[in-house]
């Protein structure tokens, strides 16, 4: 493989919120579920774009705690997509190497999803190329909670001790490394509960691009933002939490 001269800093952990579909799609006179469809052909081109760069773990606010508060048809139409989009695209996750994993309250889904969700985990689990987490029925705070009611059910020795460490350990995917980036399309500046805990050091990038417009140069963009900035943690400025990979010539 080539590379140019220049070396990119690639965040390890990648968090996005992709917002904008509904307004993709009325801007366009189509029907909201047009946009979320049109969300899941974004969605693939940033996975692909994300594994060329050297990203190890994805992060997709697909389905918030808050979204069940939409129209009755536009929550049935996505759970039929979000099933249908698990089962149907088997194909791109084994051609590209792809580990899905799923956080969030799975309890509160549909019986279809959850299965769909059990299947694809299974199936995917080795693949390695990169890990995309999908947060359907997500909230951070819904996760906290949940983290420390495990915590509460699973304490054995009678301790009351509690510390970062034993929330971290009782999150949805306790093994998985803090986002160095969040992003958030669509034009909006906040963070929508979204990996309330784990962001606490991660930086934030915001787009005006509608998320069925995103893709390789967008994800390029955020990437190299990212690589300019200087993340101190707190303290005296050090190394982030990245891997350095040379770009594709």
């Not at 990648?14 to 189509?30: L, S």
Request: proline content about 3%.
């Amino acid at each position: 493989m080539a590379y140019l001269e220049d070396v990119a800093v690639v965040p390890r952990h990648i968090g996005i919120i992709m917002d904008g579909n509904g307004r993709w799609a009325t801007q366009r006179g189509y029907r909201r579920t047009r946009g979320h469809r049109a969300g899941v052909d974004a969605a693939k081109r940033v996975v692909l774009e994300a594994i060329a760069q050297g990203v190890e773990v994805l992060t997709l606010y697909a389905f918030s705690t808050e979204n069940w508060r939409r129209a009755e048809e536009e929550v049935a139409y996505i759970m039929a997509l979000v099933a249908h989009n698990l089962r149907s695209q088997y194909d791109f996750y084994r051609e590209n190497n792809v580990c899905v994993r799923h956080i969030g309250n799975v309890e509160g889904l549909p019986g279809e999803v959850r299965r769909e969700i059990a299947r694809v985990t299974e199936d995917t689990a080795a693949n390695d190329a990169i890990t995309v987490n999908l947060a359907i029925n997500y909230g951070g705070r819904d996760e906290i909670i949940r983290a420390v009611n495990r915590w509460v059910a699973n304490r054995d020795d009678g301790s009351f001790s509690f510390c970062e460490e034993s929330l971290r350990g009782h999150l949805d995917d306790p093994q998985c490394p803090d986002p160095d980036l969040i992003i958030r399309t669509g034009g909006e500046r906040r963070l929508s509960n979204f990996l309330l805990w784990e962001c606490a050091y991660a930086e934030l990038y915001f787009s005006d691009h509608l998320w069925p417009d995103w893709g390789a140069r967008e994800l390029q963009e955020a990437i190299d933002d990212f690589s300019r900035r200087s993340r101190n943690f707190g303290g005296m400025p050090k190394e982030a939490s990245t891997v350095t990979v040379g770009r594709a010539g």
